[in-house]
């Protein structure tokens, strides 16, 4: 059963403290991406990586960082310079859908600041 | 208590009814549609897309129109259901840039029974 997976479903963090989140997919795709969406808004991009040991700041990457060590997983962490870190975390992968590649997305992570 | 925060346009409609969403894309260069569904607490989920050489493009219940000369895009659904209420997004992509999405605000729809 092919797709991606995005771990907690919730996640809570403590004042100064580093969290990760995790993002896996077993569909073979090269391109990876996260995503923050607050709320009633949309998505707004973190970081991407095109392939294993490569990534690239997207439009909001100030706070968080990313590893790309295998193709099938990109784990996000929200370090402590993340001073508004409440929101709902997306993962996506992009592969074949339509015409061309696009994004898949993950569940979802929603992290809540204790 | 009170509630902070952007609102989405809404559009409500009749169980059974047409609904027509529209998306005003930002880049007259992007050359390559999507529209996502995202149900509440969910991710999006991919509905269908359009090349900038069309424009129109049919699915299951489901069409996608496209105007070059004013950058707009429309998703309509046919015989509106319960299931189909969620938040729809636009995205557009250019070729160069890594083929990053660009995205919409999103539209919420709520079907009435």
């Known amino acids: 059963d092919g797709g991606i997976t995005q771990s907690p479903k919730y996640l809570f963090r403590k004042e100064g403290q580093n969290v990760t989140l995790s993002c896996e997919q077993n569909l073979n795709h090269d391109a990876m991406y996260w995503y923050r969406q607050d709320p009633g808004q949309g998505l707004r991009l973190i970081y991407y990586?095109?392939?294993?040991?490569?990534?690239q700041k997207g439009d909001i990457a100030e706070g968080y960082s990313v590893s790309r060590e295998k193709k099938e997983s990109f784990p996000l962490t929200v370090t402590s310079a993340q001073k508004n870190p409440t929101a709902f975390y997306l993962c996506a992968s992009r592969g074949l859908a339509g015409f061309q590649e696009t994004q898949y997305f993950g569940p979802g992570t929603r992290l809540l600041v204790l | 208590g009170e509630s902070v925060g952007l609102h989405l346009p809404t559009l409500s409609v009749q169980e059974g009814d047409n609904s027509i969403i529209n998306c005003a894309y930002s880049n007259s260069a992007s050359d390559y549609f999507i529209w996502y569904k995202q149900e509440s607490g969910k991710g999006p989920q991919f509905i269908i897309d359009?090349?900038?050489n069309m424009d129109k493009r049919q699915g299951q219940r489901v069409t996608v129109l496209l105007n070059k000369t004013v950058k707009h895009l429309s998703l309509q659904i046919a015989a509106t259901q319960p299931g189909d209420s969620a938040v729809y997004f636009c995205a557009e992509t250019t070729p160069g840039n890594n083929r990053k999405l660009i995205w919409g605000l999103g539209t919420s729809l709520a079907v009435n029974p």
């Open positions: 990586s095109q392939i294993v040991n490569d990534f």
């Open positions: 359009i090349r900038s």
